[in-house]
C-alpha cells in the first residue's frame, strides 16, 4: 500500500531527463525516416511523438496512403518514387500488407524504430515548452506524457521539427507564414494577385463494412441534416470509403493550428451526415447490409504554419525543375492547391498542375534562418504556399525528412551547426552519405574513390542486348495513344519491326520522340513522323527513321489512337524499359493532357504514363540496332535506378546460371559488399487502401550468393524482396575477386542489378 500526505503548495510530475545527440519532435514520415536515417550513422536521437502510433497521416489514426513523385502513376515522373529508408519502409509494407492494412503499416513503422538501439522513442508525449540558451539556439525542450504522467527534460546540441504545425519552430520564435503570398513577391504567377490567408483543410475519413444481416443507423444529433449544403454529394458512392473521399475537407478559413478541434467537430457533422444520406435517404441500393466500421477521430491536417529557412522554394522552382547545388531531396506531386472552403465550396475539390519531371529540394530548406541549431522536416520547411502544394505531400517529406537525419549526423561528427554544412563546403559530403543510402539525389552519382569495387575489372557471365521484345503477349488495342519508352545512344539512326492487326483498311500513325530536357520523360519534341498503309488481318510493319537521337536519353516510339488497329504485346520485362499511354488518371487531374489557362507560369503537355500490372506489358517488337546498354560496367557508374539510360547491368534471358564476377590484381580485404536491386521505382507502392497485386516487386533479384575467388559462398540470400542489401561480415574477407551467382526472378525477366559497392 502507497500513502501520500498531502503535499504543500502543490506536486510535481515525475521528472526525466534526457541528453541525446539529436531531438526530433514530431513521428510522422518525416520525423520517422529522420530518426532512423541519424540512429544508424552512430548517433543518439529521441523522437517525440504525440500520438500513440508513428507515420502521422500514414497511421491508422488517419489512414492516408503515403504517395509523392510517383503521383499514382498519373503523371511523367518514371522511377521516381522515392528511394532510402522510405523506400525500405514501403517496400516492406508491400510484402507483409499488399492489401493495404493500415494496422499493418502501424507495426512495421514501430518495428523499424524500435529496432534502432539509437532511438529513445516517447509516444503519447508532446512538446510544450522550448528553452534557449541563446538568441539563436534552442537548448532543451520540455514534452508530457499523459498515459505515464511523466515530465522530461531534452537536451541536445541539435533539434528538428516535424511536428506539422511547428511547436518547436513556434515556441523557439523562428519566422513562420501562414496562408499565401502574393504574385508579386516571388513572381509566383498561381499565386493569388493579392496574397490571402487561405489554408488547405482538414480530411477526415471513414470505413464501411458489408455484414450478413441488415444494419440500422440512427444519426447522433450533431450530424449534418442538410446533405445538399455539400455541392459533391451527388458524387457520393457507398463502395467509396478512406482515402478515396480526401474531399471531405473542411477548414482552410479557420485557424488550421488553434480550431482544430472546431474543425474536426465540422467533419465530424458532415461525416455522420453523409452516412446518414447514404443509410437512409432511400438514394442509393444495397445498404441494408452495410454498417459504418470506423471513422477518423483526428483529421488529416494538409497545412498550417510555414517556416523559414536559408530558401525558399517556389513554384517557378518546381515548374521549371531548377537545379541547386545543394539539392538534397527531390518532389514530384503536383502544385495541388484546394478551395479553403473545402466540402462546401462550389470548385473544383482541388486543383493540380504538374511539371514535366520532378525537381529538386535545396538543403538551405530544412535549417532556419532564425535558429541556429534547428532542423526544419515535413509539410513545415521554407516553401511558399504554391510550392508547399506539392512538397506537402507524405513520401516527400519523408525524403526530406532522410536529408535532416543525415545532416544532422554530419553536424555531429564535425561538431558544427547546420548551416555550417554549406559554409565547410560539406554538402557533397551530404549528398553521397544520402546517396550511399538510395536517397538518389538527382542528377548527383554515388562516388567514392576509397570504394574497392572502383578498381575492379568487371565482366559477367552475358550481358542482355535487346534486338527483340518477344512476340509472345497480348494484343494492345489502340484505344488510347500508346508509347514504348526506350533508352537510346546519341546520334543513333533507329529501326523496328512491329506486328500490328485490324479488320480493315486504315493508316498507321506513328512517331519518334524525346523530351526537351534530356532527363525528363515528357517526349515534347518529335524527331520524326511516320505514317503507314494498314490492310485487314496480322502484319509486321517495319518503321526506319532517318533523324538520329541527339543525346544518350530516353526516347517514346509512340502508336497514335486507333480503335481499330491492335499492336502485339510481349510478355517480356526489363529494367529500364516499360508501355506508356496517354490515357487519363483522375485521381491526379490527368486527362490527357495539361491545359492551364494562360498567364498562370504552367507548362502545357500530353501526359504518357505506365499501366499497372498485370496490364502495361511491352510492345513487341525487333529493334535496329539493338539496345545495348545493360555492361556489367554499369554496376560502378554510380547510379541505382534508371536516368538517362538503365545504369543497370542485366544478364541474358538465356543464360541459365547468371553472374558478374569483380577481380582485383592483387588480393583486397573486404569488410562489406552493398548491392542495389531493382523494385521497381515507377511503382507508387501506396502503403494503404488501395492495395497491390504483387508482394515481391518482380523485377527484383531473390536469390544470390557471393563467393570469393577459391570459389567458397561467402554469403547467400535466398528470399530477397528489399531494394538495398547490405552484407557486413564478422570477419573481414580476403579474396582477389567477389562473384555474384544470381536467378533470374522470372522467365520473362532477366537478372539485373544497379549498383555493387565493396569496400
Known amino acids: 500500500m502507497l500513502i501520500k500526505e498531502s503535499a504543500r503548495p502543490r506536486r510535481s510530475s515525475k521528472l526525466v531527463k534526457m541528453d541525446v545527440d ?5 513521428g510522422g514520415m518525416a520525423g520517422t525516416c529522420a530518426a532512423i536515417t541519424a540512429a544508424r550513422k552512430g548517433i543518439k536521437v529521441v523522437l517525440i ?3 500513440p502510433v508513428l507515420g502521422g497521416n500514414a497511421s491508422s489514426e488517419v489512414r492516408l496512403w503515403i504517395l509523392g513523385a510517383s503521383s499514382h502513376m498519373g503523371n511523367n515522373n518514371r522511377w521516381a518514387r522515392e528511394g532510402g529508408v522510405i523506400d525500405e519502409i514501403l517496400v516492406e509494407n508491400l510484402y507483409r500488407n499488399k492489401e493495404g492494412n493500415p494496422l499493418i503499416l502501424d507495426t512495421v513503422l514501430l518495428e523499424k524504430v524500435t529496432s534502432e538501439p539509437n532511438i529513445t522513442l516517447l509516444l503519447n508525449t508532446a512538446v510544450y515548452e522550448v528553452h534557449k540558451r541563446d538568441e539563436r539556439n534552442i537548448d532543451y525542450l520540455k514534452a508530457f506524457c499523459s498515459q505515464n504522467s511523466t515530465e522530461y527534460e531534452l537536451h541536445g546540441p541539435l533539434f528538428c521539427d516535424a511536428s506539422g504545425d511547428g511547436i518547436v519552430s513556434f515556441l523557439a520564435g523562428a519566422t513562420f507564414r501562414m496562408g499565401a503570398e502574393s504574385t508579386q513577391e516571388f513572381g509566383e504567377l498561381f499565386a493569388p494577385e493579392n496574397g490571402h490567408g487561405e489554408l488547405l483543410g482538414h480530411s477526415l475519413y471513414f470505413y464501411s463494412k458489408r455484414m450478413d444481416q441488415p444494419v440500422k443507423y440512427v444519426a447522433p444529433a450533431f450530424a449534418l441534416k442538410d446533405i445538399d449544403e455539400i455541392p459533391k454529394y451527388k458524387i457520393l458512392n457507398q463502395s467509396d470509403h478512406g482515402c478515396r473521399l480526401w474531399w471531405i475537407e473542411y477548414g482552410g478559413r479557420e485557424d488550421t493550428v488553434h480550431d482544430t478541434e472546431k474543425i474536426k467537430w465540422e467533419l465530424w457533422r458532415v461525416v455522420y451526415g453523409v452516412w446518414d444520406y447514404i443509410k437512409n435517404s432511400g438514394e442509393f441500393e444495397d445498404v441494408d447490409n452495410l454498417t459504418l466500421e470506423w471513422v477518423g477521430t483526428i483529421p488529416g491536417k494538409r ?66 534562418k532564425d535558429i541556429d541549431n534547428l532542423f526544419f522536416a515535413g509539410r513545415i520547411i521554407s516553401a511558399t504556399h504554391v510550392a508547399f502544394g506539392s512538397a506537402r505531400v507524405m513520401a516527400t517529406c519523408a525524403h526530406g525528412g532522410q536529408a535532416v537525419g543525415m545532416a544532422a549526423a554530419i553536424c555531429h561528427g564535425h561538431q558544427i551547426k547546420p548551416k555550417e554544412i554549406l559554409e565547410n563546403d560539406l554538402i557533397k559530403f551530404l549528398q553521397f552519405s544520402l546517396n550511399e543510402t538510395g536517397q538518389s539525389v538527382i542528377g548527383v552519382p554515388l562516388r567514392n574513390d576509397e570504394y574497392i569495387s572502383n578498381s575492379a575489372v568487371i565482366t559477367a557471365s552475358s550481358t542482355l542486348s535487346i534486338d527483340e521484345i518477344p512476340f509472345n503477349g497480348q494484343w494492345i488495342q489502340l484505344n488510347e495513344s500508346a508509347g514504348q519508352l526506350l533508352p ?94 496517354n490515357g487519363k488518371n483522375k485521381a491526379v487531374s490527368n486527362n490527357g493532357k495539361q491545359s492551364p489557362p494562360p498567364g498562370i507560369g504552367i507548362d502545357t503537355f500530353e501526359f504518357w504514363c505506365p499501366r499497372r500490372r498485370p496490364k502495361g ?62 523494385t521497381d521505382y515507377d511503382h507508387p507502392l501506396e502503403s494503404s487502401l488501395l492495395g497491390h497485386l504483387e508482394n515481391i516487386i518482380p523485377f527484383c533479384l531473390r536469390e544470390y550468393k557471393l563467393l570469393n575467388d577459391a570459389g567458397e559462398v561467402i554469403y547467400e540470400k535466398f528470399d530477397n524482396y528489399q531494394t538495398i542489401n547490405k552484407i557486413t561480415f564478422d570477419k573481414p574477407v580476403n579474396t582477389a575477386s567477389l562473384k555474384v551467382k544470381c536467378k533470374h526472378p522470372d522467365k520473362h525477366i532477366p537478372a539485373s542489378i544497379f549498383e555493387i559497392i565493396v569496400e
Open 22 to 26: 539529436f531531438v526530433i519532435a514530431g
Open 49 to 51: 511523438q504525440d500520438r
Open 303 to 368: 497545412e498550417s504554419r510555414r517556416f523559414e529557412g536559408h530558401y525558399m522554394l517556389k513554384q517557378q522552382d518546381v515548374v521549371e525543375q531548377r537545379e541547386f547545388e545543394d539539392a538534397v531531396s527531390f518532389g514530384g506531386w503536383a502544385l495541388d492547391l484546394h478551395p479553403a472552403d473545402g466540402v462546401y465550396s462550389n470548385l473544383p475539390s482541388c486543383t493540380q498542375w504538374h511539371s514535366k519531371g520532378v525537381y529538386q529540394i535545396p538543403y538551405r530548406c530544412y535549417i532556419s
Open 488 to 581: 537510346f545512344r546519341k546520334d543513333g539512326r533507329h529501326g523496328f519491326t512491329c506486328l500490328v492487326k485490324s479488320d480493315k483498311i486504315t493508316v498507321l500513325r506513328v512517331e519518334l520522340r524525346i523530351s526537351s530536357k534530356k532527363a525528363n520523360y515528357t517526349p515534347d519534341v518529335i524527331v520524326e513522323k511516320k505514317e503507314v498503309a494498314i490492310e485487314p488481318g496480322e502484319q509486321y510493319i517495319e518503321l526506319d527513321f532517318e533523324q538520329p537521337i541527339p543525346d544518350n536519353q530516353y526516347g517514346v516510339l509512340i502508336f497514335q489512337k486507333d480503335p481499330d488497329i491492335y499492336l502485339k504485346g510481349s510478355n517480356n520485362r526489363y529494367t529500364g524499359v516499360l508501355s506508356i499511354f
Open 617 to 678: 506489358q511491352n510492345v513487341a517488337m525487333k529493334i535496329r540496332p539493338a539496345i545495348t546498354l545493360y555492361s556489367p560496367v554499369n554496376i560502378k557508374n554510380g547510379y541505382i535506378r534508371p536516368y538517362l539510360g538503365t545504369n543497370a547491368w542485366a544478364a541474358d534471358l538465356n543464360d541459365p546460371h547468371p553472374e558478374i564476377l569483380l577481380e582485383w590484381k592483387e588480393p583486397k580485404t573486404i569488410h562489406s559488399v552493398t548491392l542495389f536491386f531493382d
